[in-house]
């Protein structure tokens, strides 16, 4: 009973809450990226190197300017190198995603610890007070929901994505472009399409908001960087543009799901509950494959999913 | 003046010159005919002028001005479009948003004014379409007509039109034949590809005939005076297309074959499409012993999905399916070839074979559990395997270097061989045949058909399933027309009329009125 | 003849080289001597018996694991969870073999322990399998969250129930030496190096010479074909995760019974990092995968060496392996465009 008390009390549920949010923000930005991408036909396994790069590019900006925004646009920039690398090797050279995915992945996980070690060594650097969340006036002081209201603005910037990047997809000619694209390659370049740049900018995109996201993770929700700092958050976006089916609105609930589960690493333990730390670590992982089981039945993907487009 | 030259074009792929140093011209309100068999060059040149292929050599001219066309933009920014034969439409976008792809420059869709344009454009044509619907939903008859009004919203002066008849039926090719007139009368150019003869007669004011890549000749059938007619001048394209070192095999009779007892029975089969929708709707009928029985219809009315449950690559939702007696119904694919049904697909690359592989490791598809090819079952015999390559090569006049060769560098003709070899030599009792003949050219057409008249006269029962009238009429004792996934009729081929399958293949006349 | 067979050849070699060059580039960039990195790489790894014989140690995880992957990357089935797999078969022969030993005969032990590793490592690998087989949900995915969850499933064990020295570093019953895999007579090596060249022999016969390795290229080169052949594809699918998982749990076998005597705390020795380009280096082909896992075992074992002595961190050879295979990539394209044919 009062493990329950505890739970609906307001400043666990704030914390809960605000929490998942700030959790969920990576997850999005790098899942609206690759909605994007795979709505163009590509399959980028490479996204959970982008974001490592881009936390560690960002994380080191960060630490030597003392400014946040250098930092993000840093992330940005290294994560979308390897983007542009990573879409001129598939789009262009026509090269198996699958394989320039992986070797993106252990590329970007491999060059961010290398780089990690030699520039810090064994010291574990922490960026301090150069963040802060912006509070909405007024809403932010409404009880139990108030923390919804006093995030980072990059969080609000990724919730507000979530409907532009629906709104692209769906309402403008290049959101046309890319489904077509996506679909059958062959009838938009019929019809002048061009394939090629189509699908690039789509990468680019996507490379471009992994790095913001994996930017964010480093500097403003764990201020440290560490071997690995993702743990898998780019496969899980993955994940979450397949079940989402490529509908941007689904995509926020399994990121939140995710922020969820990220959040009670610390809301269990504040509850008292005696789980081992791993399990609670496992907890989004499971959720995933739960969801996976469940719901992803009949995933329609697009026609040109992962496959090369080529004109003679 | 010429709204089109084309100069000395020579395209070549690997080792084959599919476009030999042609030299082409169309003329203002004009329809011009591109004439040839399957595998003569009338496509790749056109693609070439539409800016999917570049050109070897050679020159371009539209309107007296040299162009470089690198790209399908430029194609259409001078004017020119194209109907290819394989249609570019995206299935899962909706008309309306087909008909912008592409043709719309700006930022956003402007979907209420398209719309509005869209409709005029159909009425003026008489084309009935709802812009709404999702493009996998339509027939393809109805996809065609998206296409081609795509071509009007464009505003092109020059069509390119690709086997554009390959998709309908003998009435709908008579509306078709209207419209390209209308289109001509308001003042433009029309090139007709086609390997059809009759076709190029009934509507052309020029005809270029293409043989193995290079233009072997050209008429103009306006200027000849009348009387010198017609008649001459077919028989100078007949001689021009198919005068030839190697004599094509005749059409051989079909021995006499006395027709046994019933050995496929399909009771009210109702199949369900990959979309989850019906594709066949109690679907009856029965084949004898020594009987080809022809399936006419239009592609996409279910024949697709007849095949495979027969096959067993697809399961009933209803209905009854048994051979000799013993039911099949929803058993496994081998278990069905055990009992001698085997299925000549018509997706040859991507269904029947396997590119990447060899030849000899593509024939044994039906029988690599089997001796002598593997031991046990378990281990592959290699050497077996591939004299068993070289036997069916040369049985079936497989051009191909070896057993060795990569499926993929063979040529249609070649690979359609191959899988019928592959499929006959497991003797089978029934075996579902579907389009066996079409994108081959005449000499390897024949071969086939020929073949198929034999097994049929060794016992096999054939069930054809195809879209091509001629091969039906060729070949079949009786002919079936399955229409919207209904078998509507079955009519002797002595007595059948073409316009009576054709009327059918429309849905027109019902059984029993 | 003897041109046909180096032509494959060229490809992987021009890929090591790209990627090695490139490697050093990124250490001179850095403010590192990359002739002193590579020349340690090189004395110690191939010029002294201890690093030749850590190299051919090493090399048996990445020789069972690669077994099972050209098995099922052929028939285009990508699981990559094979880490996960690892540990799970590990831990499980971590905590089960030293009751085994005291128990039964040595080499039983051996046995039922290595077929302990193999049900770990595909009792893990079922539910991707499954999921795939029947849905077509992508394996990718699925192996991969499969491969965080062992990790701190594992993590948590080692440092808990299956801890075997409370208060101290964690681990399972360490295995005293007498009672680890047996060395091959006259050398430092234990037999697992036996044990994993049989394998990747075994899984080259299996694809190139059986039916079922038939079955499973038609599978991976067109999956129309493979259905319309009437092959049962959900079975295929099975299966293959299944070897391919059982391998990678029977590697973690061998790791504990050969080399470490235990399962530790915060060990993850990452094998899919290599082995993944490994088998795609070889073009999938079991014999040569063989020189291959020398190489990158012997990359992994100098990367080691390297740090101490010329202070370059390991994960540079992570980077390395992740290089090469990219160039590889690159080098595919170019051949294919200069229509080089050959079979692999």
């Not at chain 2, 001078?78 to 976008?93: A, K, N, R, S």
């Not at chain 3, 540990?87 to 009751?99: F, H, K």
């Not at chain 3, 037999?191 to 075994?202: D, M, N, P, S």
Request: positive net charge.
């Amino acid at each position: 009973m009062e493990i329950l008390r505890t739970i609906f009390s307001e400043p666990f549920f704030v914390t809960l809450l605000g929490g998942s949010l700030t959790a969920s923000t990576p997850i999005i930005l790098a899942a609206v990226g690759e909605n994007f991408v795979e709505s163009g036909g590509v399959l980028n396994l490479g996204l959970e190197g982008m974001m490592i790069i881009g936390a560690f590019a960002a994380f080191v900006v960060a630490l030597i300017t003392k400014n946040v925004y250098w930092g993000l646009l840093s992330g940005m920039f290294a994560s979308v190198s390897i983007a542009v690398a990573f879409g001129y090797l598939v789009i262009y050279l026509k090269v198996n995603q699958i394989v320039a995915g992986l070797g993106i992945y252990l590329f970007g996980m491999g060059i961010a610890s290398l780089l990690f070690r030699i520039i810090f060594g064994r010291e574990f650097p922490v960026v301090q007070g150069i963040t802060a969340k912006t509070p909405i006036p007024y809403l932010s002081e409404i009880p139990y929901i108030r923390s919804i209201f006093n995030q980072h603005i990059i969080t609000y910037i990724s919730l507000f994505l979530l409907p532009v990047s629906w709104w692209i997809l769906y309402k403008t000619s290049y959101g046309l472009n890319v489904r077509a694209v996506g679909e059958k390659p062959i009838a938009a370049d019929a019809h002048g399409v061009n394939v090629y740049r189509t699908r690039f900018i789509t990468v680019m995109l996507g490379g471009l908001l992994a790095g913001l996201g994996g930017a964010f993770l480093s500097i403003c929700d764990l201020s440290f960087f560490v071997d690995n700092i993702t743990q898998g958050r780019g496969f899980i976006a993955i994940a979450i543009v397949m079940l989402a089916k490529w509908n941007p609105s689904r995509i926020f609930y399994g990121a939140f799901l995710f922020g969820i589960c990220q959040s009670l690493t610390f809301g269990l333990q504040i509850v008292g509950l005696d789980v081992p730390r791993e399990f609670i670590l496992m907890l989004p992982y499971v959720a995933v494959i739960a969801i996976l089981t469940i719901l992803a039945r009949n995933t329609h993907l697009p026609g040109a999913f992962c496959m090369p487009y080529e004109r003679e | 003046m010429n709204v089109i030259e084309m100069k000395g074009i020579t395209k070549r792929f690997n080792d084959l010159i599919a476009n030999d140093n042609i030299y082409f011209d169309l003329g203002e309100s004009e329809i011009h005919t591109l004439l040839g068999e399957n595998g003569a060059g009338k496509t790749t040149l056109m693609n070439i002028l539409s800016g999917m292929y570049q050109p070897d050599e050679g020159r371009i001219y539209v309107k007296g001005k040299k162009v470089n066309i690198s790209s399908p933009e430029i194609s259409l920014n001078l004017g020119i479009g194209m109907l290819y034969q394989h249609f570019t439409l995206v299935p899962t976008l909706s008309v309306l948003e087909n008909i912008l792809l592409g043709t719309n420059k700006k930022f956003f869709l402007p979907k209420k004014e398209a719309k509005k344009k869209f409709n005029e454009i159909a009425k003026q044509y008489g084309l009935h379409m709802d812009p709404d619907v999702k493009v996998w939903q339509l027939s393809l008859g109805e996809q065609q007509k998206v296409e081609i009004i795509k071509l009007f919203y464009q505003g092109l002066d020059v069509l390119i039109l690709d086997e554009p008849t390959s998709v309908l039926t003998p009435l709908e090719i008579e509306d078709f034949f209207r419209m390209l007139k209308s289109m001509k009368e308001s003042g433009k150019s029309v090139i007709f590809i086609t390997h059809k003869l009759k076709e190029a007669f009934r509507i052309s004011n020029k005809i270029t005939v293409l043989r193995r890549g290079k233009k072997v000749e050209e008429v103009d059938l306006e200027n000849k005076t009348e009387g010198k007619g017609k008649d001459k001048i077919l028989n100078q394209i007949v001689e021009v297309m198919f005068k030839d070192v190697e004599p094509i095999e005749e059409a051989k009779e079909i021995p006499k074959r006395t027709m046994g007892e019933t050995v496929l029975s399909l009771e009210e089969v109702t199949v369900k499409n990959d979309k989850g929708l019906e594709a066949l709707h109690k679907v009856s009928f029965s084949l004898r012993r020594g009987e080809i029985l022809g399936i006419a219809g239009v592609d996409g009315n279910g024949q697709k999905e007849l095949a495979e449950v027969i096959a067993g690559q697809r399961k009933v939702s209803s209905g009854r399916i048994s051979i000799n007696g013993t039911d099949i119904t929803n058993k496994s694919v081998k278990f069905i070839n055990n009992k001698g049904v085997f299925y000549v697909t018509d997706d040859r690359m991507g269904e029947g074979c396997v590119g990447n592989l060899t030849l000899a490791e593509n024939v044994i598809l039906r029988c690599y559990k089997k001796e002598p090819f593997s031991n046990k079952g378990i281990i592959l015999n290699l050497k077996a395997i591939e004299e068993y390559g070289e036997e069916l090569i040369r049985s079936f006049r497989v051009k191909a270097p070896t057993a060795k060769a990569l499926v993929k560098t063979l040529s249609g003709g070649n690979i359609q061989k191959a899988l019928l070899a592959r499929e006959f030599s497991q003797q089978p009792i029934i075996l579902i045949c579907s389009k066996p003949t079409h994108g081959l050219d005449v000499m390897t057409a024949q071969f086939i058909l020929n073949e198929i008249k034999m097994q049929s006269s060794r016992g096999t029962s054939v069930l054809l399933i195809s879209s091509d009238l001629e091969e039906i009429k060729e070949l079949s004792d009786r002919i079936g027309v399955i229409f919207k996934g209904e078998l509507l009729d079955i009519l002797s081929n002595e007595k059948a009329t073409r316009e009576e399958i054709g009327r059918l293949m429309l849905g027109l006349k019902r059984k029993g009125k | 003849m003897i041109v046909k067979k180096i032509i494959p050849a060229i490809g992987p070699i021009f890929a090591i080289l790209a990627a090695l060059i490139t490697g050093g580039i990124i250490l001179l960039v850095i403010g590192l001597d990359p002739i002193r990195a590579y020349s340690e790489l090189f004395k110690l790894g191939m010029g002294t018996y201890l690093g030749i014989t850590e190299s051919l140690k090493r090399m048996v995880p990445l020789l069972i694991i690669s077994a099972g992957l050209i098995i099922v990357f052929k028939a285009g089935i990508w699981n990559i969870g094979i880490n996960g797999q690892f540990l799970i078969g590990a831990i499980l022969v971590g905590w089960l073999a030293p009751l085994l030993i005291n128990r039964t005969p040595l080499y039983l032990s051996f046995l039922i322990s290595g077929l302990i590793g193999f049900l770990g490592g595909a009792i893990w690998v079922i539910i991707p399998a499954m999921l795939k087989a029947k849905y077509e949900i992508n394996e990718i995915i699925a192996t991969m969250m499969m491969d965080f969850v062992a990790f701190n499933f594992t993590s948590y064990l080692v440092k808990g129930p299956l801890n075997a020295y409370p208060g101290r570093f964690p681990q399972t019953t360490i295995i005293h030496l007498s009672k680890r895999l047996p060395h091959i007579p006259f050398t430092d090596i234990h037999i697992g190096l036996v044990v994993g060249l049989l394998l990747i022999i075994a899984a080259h016969f299996f694809v190139r010479r059986t039916t079922w390795g038939y079955e499973f290229r038609l599978l991976g080169e067109n999956k129309r074909t493979a259905l319309h052949a009437g092959i049962n594809v959900q079975k295929v699918i099975f299966v293959g995760m299944l070897i391919s998982g059982g391998l990678a749990g029977l590697a973690g076998a061998n790791d504990v019974l050969g080399i470490k005597g235990a399962f530790q705390a915060e060990w993850n020795p990452g094998y899919c990092f290599a082995a993944v380009p490994l088998v795609f280096l070889a073009r999938f082909n079991g014999i040569a995968v063989i020189p291959l896992a020398y190489f990158f075992s012997f990359l992994m074992v100098g990367g080691e060496f390297m740090s101490r002595a010329a202070s370059v961190p390991v994960y540079f050879v992570h980077v390395i392996e992740a290089l090469m295979l990219l160039f590889f990539s690159v080098i595919e394209y170019i051949q294919k465009k200069e229509k080089l044919f050959w079979k692999s």
